[in-house]
């Protein structure tokens, strides 16, 4: 069965980059483009992870992590944090948020891949 990621994303070529490396990876990509269509599609298409931009019109990552960590039927679902703050005051107000992991833009592929697989990995 092939995993679902959901990417939150408002800017275009950050989900292009993003759909052309999961997709290359066996994964199937969902996508929405902010933070209110990213809860929306978490309670309605349940993927296995979602990977969700910080900064995001209306309602932002921290806004979006709040409502689907308090979703009893979504709390479980990893999500990785996204954003172009690399200070480790960020990383940790987003741990602390409720991501499961924080990754700074620009971000290595392999290196976001191997953290996609482990957090699913953790998952089973």
């Given at each position: 069965m092939t995993q679902r990621i959901l990417v939150v994303e408002d800017t275009y070529d950050n989900r292009q980059i993003l759909r052309d490396?999961?997709?290359?990876?066996?994964?199937?990509f969902l996508e929405a483009v902010d933070?209110?269509?990213?809860v929306q599609m978490a309670a309605?298409?349940?993927?296995?992870?979602i990977l969700m931009d910080i900064q995001l019109p209306g309602l932002d990552g921290f806004a979006a992590?709040?409502?689907i960590k308090g979703d009893?039927?979504?709390k479980d679902i990893p999500v990785i944090g996204v954003s172009s703050?690399?200070?480790?005051?960020?990383a940790?107000?987003?741990?602390?948020?409720?991501?499961?992991?924080?990754v700074t833009k620009p971000f290595s592929p392999r290196a976001l891949l191997a953290r996609?697989?482990?957090?699913?990995s953790n998952e089973g």
């Amino acid at each position: 069965m092939t995993q679902r990621i959901l990417v939150v994303e408002d800017t275009y070529d950050n989900r292009q980059i993003l759909r052309d490396l999961l997709t290359s990876a066996g994964f199937e990509f969902l996508e929405a483009v902010d933070g209110e269509k990213g809860v929306q599609m978490a309670a309605t298409c349940r993927p296995d992870l979602i990977l969700m931009d910080i900064q995001l019109p209306g309602l932002d990552g921290f806004a979006a992590i709040g409502k689907i960590k308090g979703d009893l039927e979504l709390k479980d679902i990893p999500v990785i944090g996204v954003s172009s703050h690399a200070n480790s005051d960020d990383a940790a107000k987003a741990l602390q948020a409720g991501f499961s992991a924080y990754v700074t833009k620009p971000f290595s592929p392999r290196a976001l891949l191997a953290r996609v697989r482990e957090l699913l990995s953790n998952e089973g």
